[in-house]
């Protein structure tokens, strides 16, 4: 059983631009492991699912939106048709591919119309083509917002500056600025915004080596502010199954620590933010999955081959395409054996995965600054 929370395929790679897995195109890669999937009768995929509840033995409870989306034509109740499902699924096997959540920024009027995650400005911008306003501000402490800045400059969307509270930029933030030519304050934070209705305009202030405010305020007329205060690992269903955390140093948040029995964490929900490494993930889990259920998954004989046919091969432990370099946002994907579970009528599931959105950029979280809120703008 495949359960997503969203209502097609895809996760975070729906509000990509420009990824790639291999010589496809992410979305192209997409379509062809959902086709797989179809055409897989043992498979079960639920969409608009979400998986709430993980306890002993791999008893998964999960509530599927049937009706939900369809508003004033969904089917009346006497028909037969229930508006929700809740199903009670027991697994041989669990991978949990959650992904992570964006963390927002904090100073005075951050709530103000206008104000949005960097990753929902990308899904506004790649997922459904609607610009969320036409003058920017971005508002960073990581490498992920140059993508949202790359997708804004790509859209012709004007981006007054960008704001890094780290002291110097990266390589992958030098790049993005080089190419669009943007201007970037470093070591600077947004404390306040303006406006009345929605958002008009922000006011900006560098930061000391201490995180204090110091200098004059400037300020920027804009009517978008994407903000972004790094990544934390969506670790909600692994800690229901006694899973230990540990915080990482480097990525400024709680990653899973050890194992579960039975149970795997994959991608960015185990702190892996980069497409390659959370496609190697989930394609390793889920062979493991699948042979610790008792259906093995043969090793690939390996072959010596030069340099770029290596590059192109698929992966040892399953059928899906190494994937290539990345450059968006990181999704967790996952293969595994599936089955239909006792709520379906048939067998007990032998492996489930579990998967939801996510949203970030290779390299970002292990450049995510820990620097703290001005001291006027800092809450309580």
Known sequence: MLLDDQ???????????????????????VAEVRAALDAA????VLHRTTAFGAYDDNYVLAVQRRTDHLGADAPDPSEGVSR?????????????????HERPLVFAGN?????????????YLNRYAVAPGSRAVVSTTNDSAYDTVADLHAAGIDIAAVVDARPELSRRAAEVAMATGVRVLTGSAVVGTAGG??????????????GQLTGSPESFDCDLLAVSGGWSPVVHLHS?????????????????DGTVRDQRVVGAARGTYDLDG???????????????????????????RGPQAARRARCGWCPLPRAGPASGTPTSS??????????SGGPPARACAVSSTSSATPRSARRTTRARPPASTRSV
């Open 7 to 29: 209502p097609e395929p895809g996760g975070s790679l729906l509000s990509g631009r420009a990824e790639r897995v291999g010589a496809q195109t992410a979305l192209g890669w």
């Open 41 to 44: 009768p043992e498979a079960v």
């Open 84 to 100: 929700q499902r809740l199903w009670h699924i027991r697994a041989r096997q669990v991978v949990l591919a959650t992904g992570a």
């Open 111 to 123: 709530d103000r119309p206008g104000v949005m995650l960097a990753g929902a400005v990308r899904s």
């Open 197 to 210: 209705g929605r958002l008009t305009g922000v006011t900006v202030q560098a930061l000391d080596e201490e």
């Open 240 to 256: 229901q199954r006694q899973g230990k955390l540990r915080w990482d140093e480097d990525l400024v948040a709680f990653v899973p």
């Open 278 to 304: 959370c496609l190697a993930e989930g394609a390793r889990a889920g062979a493991r999955a699948a042979t610790d259920a008792g259906f093995p998954v043969p090793r690939r004989r390996r072959t010596r």
């Open 334 to 343: 996952t293969c595994s054996a599936m089955s239909p579970s006792p709520a």
